[in-house]
């Protein structure tokens, strides 16, 4: 990019979401003299009597966590979504301003690893490589029941982040509708493909190639990079070099590079402010609709809220939530910070 | 809304942004272990000498801020967005995947009182008042420049929500372009208008006074309550009874309606957890794009992080990033613990 939005204010297009950034890179002089977050601290005990997640303990349910060795999963004990449901619907009046109706789904808890204090970023690849395959197995389950039109696969990494216990975890939710954010990236996937005969995530990769601004790191089979449109201060993109449309698209070669990227970029995100990151991640998969995807590539976000340091994060209030998202920091400058971090774990 | 709804996991449509939200009303037993809130204290001190909002005192950029007597503006010393801007436009390719260019904006601090301890809560009516005359001249002059579109003003109120200073004040962001919020409440008024040769909020307020489950205030010109399609769990949308698409319009008994209903909404606000309730807020008038907008009603959204105590909040986060935004109580149930505060404090 030239001069101008390297320090004029900018707004920048999101193709994925159809929707603005705003971009002030010449804000970071600003003084924070507001919340400071309390910086998060790395787990000691491999394994905590108190916490539900760690093997042999009991749960809020009253059922017994197994003692298990690798990954385990189970039926979220507070679900957000309930399985058997009278099906209604409410339209009050035939305008459609007040319009609901029932929403059946699966909420799943995901171990990653039987020892409490581990994460992501401190697993070996082949632990990571299990969760994988867990994340596999799920999606090809879930998928398979015929009410599930989507498997939202994801992960909230520390407090900041609404995690209530740091035992290595993501959990999945299954619905029956497809959820707001994969429907819109469905529309722009599918009008892309059908204009342009190659789907808009592929086609965007080759840019960042050719700019070679934005990656951060990749392997053979997948790249991160802080998309042009990121809305978070480090946001990540995390896309397949070749093609892959769910999880059950992915080759051996994939999952075993999707294991090592995994590994890298958390390993790097706590590096950049030397404390454990922060962040939701999740997967964005094809729906599960009974139909082909060609449009739709695989891909996972990173929503890491810091900005500063371990203790300020962005803020997404008053105009980001009224307006548009807001940023100081460009996603080049971001992606030069990772990209140095990444190297001073190397 | 029949028991269905008031018992199962359901989605809502919210037909001003036209996208869904979960609502999971059996999921509030669910324990919280996760992180908690430092609850907000009031501020005793009528006047900070380190308050550069304080009349008399030096702000970062080196002014003085004067010696004012009821509002004070000024331009944000650390402005997001930048006027003298040569335009600019960056597509690295033609397909739209690199898309940006140069936003020019104005970004000014609104100061609604000399005095550091109050908020619009503690504040008179007449206070208020005066702060809505504030808006009203802002809108006007800011609306009046050539290449401004949109007028966004409000309130990051709380640490929690990013303000960085306790003295009453709020913000007003005038930008060159649309905000993406309300360009989709835009597109949603003016089809519903073209449809139904009615605003789509003055049909929504119609059913809103038949159904009455959901309002919490009202007074001749204004009413307060949480909308049918909620996201935060006490969000309340505030609507004039009458005719008014943006500031312009507000006949003087709108004026002092609209002083009156806001300190009814801030002061049962804080009788909820008993602790000074923080929120954005801001209001959405029609774009200043130079066109009549009888489509467009001129409302508040009021959006606090809130949900069980002053120290546990509702963390946007894995699910609601990725997939839709999901909330725990009802919109009925909300609205009838915000009528309660109400009652406790008149
Ligand atoms: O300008 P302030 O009050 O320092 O900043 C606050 O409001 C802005 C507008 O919503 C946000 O961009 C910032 O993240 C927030 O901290
Ligand atoms: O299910 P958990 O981990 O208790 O809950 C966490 O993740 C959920 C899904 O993103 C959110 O709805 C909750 O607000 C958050 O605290």
Redesign the pocket.
């Known amino acids: 990019m030239n001069g101008n939005f390297l320090q004029a204010s900018h707004r920048r297009w999101n193709p994925l979401r159809r929707e603005w950034v705003l971009v002030s890179p010449h804000r970071t002089a ?1 003084p924070w003299q ?1 919340q400071t977050e309390t910086p998060s601290v790395s787990v000691v005990l491999s394994y905590d009597p108190t916490c539900y997640l760690c093997p042999g303990n009991v749960r809020a349910g009253g059922q017994r966590t197994p003692d298990y060795q690798a990954t385990f999963t189970f039926t979220n004990d507070y679900a957000a979504l309930q399985t058997d449901l009278a099906q209604d619907i409410y339209d009050f009046d035939n305008a459609g301003l007040l319009h609901a109706e029932t929403e059946r789904g699966i909420c799943r808890v995901l171990c990653f690893d039987p020892r409490h204090d581990l994460t992501l970023a401190t697993m070996s690849v082949s632990g990571i490589r299990r969760v994988v395959d867990l994340w596999i197995g799920q999606a090809a389950e879930l998928s398979a029941i015929p009410w599930i039109q989507y498997v939202q696969i994801f992960e909230n990494r520390g407090a900041m982040m609404g995690a209530s216990n740091p035992h290595p975890h993501g959990q999945v939710w299954a619905t029956e509708h497809i959820p707001n954010e994969p429907a819109t990236e469905f529309a722009t996937q599918l009008a892309y493909f059908t204009e342009h005969a190659e789907p808009l995530l592929a086609a965007y990769l080759g840019l960042e190639f050719q700019t070679n601004q934005r990656i951060v790191t990749s392997n053979d089979q997948w790249v991160a990079l802080v998309p042009f449109w990121a809305v978070w201060p480090f946001e990540i993109l995390l896309l397949p070099t070749g093609y892959a449309s769910n999880f059950a698209d992915l080759t051996e070669a994939q999952r075993d590079g999707l294991a090592a990227i995994l590994q890298s970029v958390t390993a790097l995100y706590n590096r950049v402010f030397d404390t454990p990151f922060p962040y939701s991640m999740g997967f964005h998969p094809a729906p599960c609709d009974g139909q082909r995807h060609p449009e739709w590539t695989l891909h996972a976000h990173f929503y890491p809220p810091l900005l500063r340091s371990a203790t300020v994060r ?2 997404m ?4 939530l009224l307006g548009s998202p ?1 940023r100081d920091i460009t996603p080049e400058s971001a992606a030069a910070t990772l990209r140095a971090a990444l190297q001073e774990i190397e």
Chains 1, 2 share one sequence.
């Open positions: 600003r507001g962005k803020f209030v008053g105009f980001e807001q």
